[in-house]
């Protein structure tokens, strides 16, 4: 629904409807109806069809309570984005529903400004949402707009596509590992990784490029491993992944053997996209990355069987135990 309503409330002069005309509410662009009533109110556009995602943030399990809340809020949305990115859709638009122990300006403006900073960046229009008191919760829907033909689904993978990921792998997961007192990392290093964790960027440029040269995608939200075993269950295909031609940062490449291969195999939130296409389309997908700014790595190929096969670049095996990310198995 697009009324926001049932708002924490609290002694400041900040009440349900004057948080939403603050800093959620804009007049409409894209939307035949925006915020304010109950419902929003979009035109189909010719030739394309809507691809919807959802996704919930909720604090002490995705983010730390002493995030900046500007930091938040981008993250909220650039992780919906990523979801665009990696079915090949132009956002279009997004709801908001927001759980709030208590309602502070201090805190809602920067939020809102570091989220809509981002939806304005790729042309997304908040048109609604829900407001409540309780846990901090942040849950976002997106929509956004693809060819039917063009989507770049999960069970369109093809054996002896190319295995593709874009930026670099395992960032995230090396910030993690110091607020899990795993490791430790020099300040100026942690500060890189920590972005990359709380600020991640949409690959939705790519996404959209990728449309009529990739077969499938997904984006690295829970892993490696766990991600890719998604496109692979879903096309009835398995993999082979070369692990010394993951793509990894300079201070993941100082990091010892052991965990830079956890990072990169099972660390996730670093919202990259891996994706799938035909050996004929290598020259096109290389092409991409000097425009888009982005480093494209080729890391592997899909056959006829099941699993995921690893080994160096000499074709040797390489052992490897760890797991995927699972919200509901995960100890922390």
Known sequence: MTEFHHAAQTDAPLSEFGLIRRYFTRPARDAVLGVGDDCALLSPRVGQVLAISTDMLVSGRHFFADVAPAHLGHKALAVNLSDLAAMGAEPRAFTLALALPEARAEWLAPLAQGMLALADAHGCELIGGDTTKGPLTLSITVMGDVPAAQALRRDAAQAGDDLWVSGT?????????VFWQEWSLAPEAFAAMRARMETPTPRVALGMALRGLAHAALDVSDGLLGDLGHILAASGL????????????????????????????TGGDDYELCFTAPRTARAAIAALSGPLGLPLTRIGYLERGTGIRLQDHAGAPVAFTGHAFDHFASER
Do not use: I, K, N
């Open 169 to 177: 792998l395992g960032d995230a997961r090396l910030a993690l590992g």
């Open 238 to 265: 398995g993999a082979t992944l070369d692990v010394d031609a993951l793509p990894r940062s300079a201070v993941m490449a100082e990091q010892p053997p052991e965990r830079q291969l956890q990072c990169l195999l």
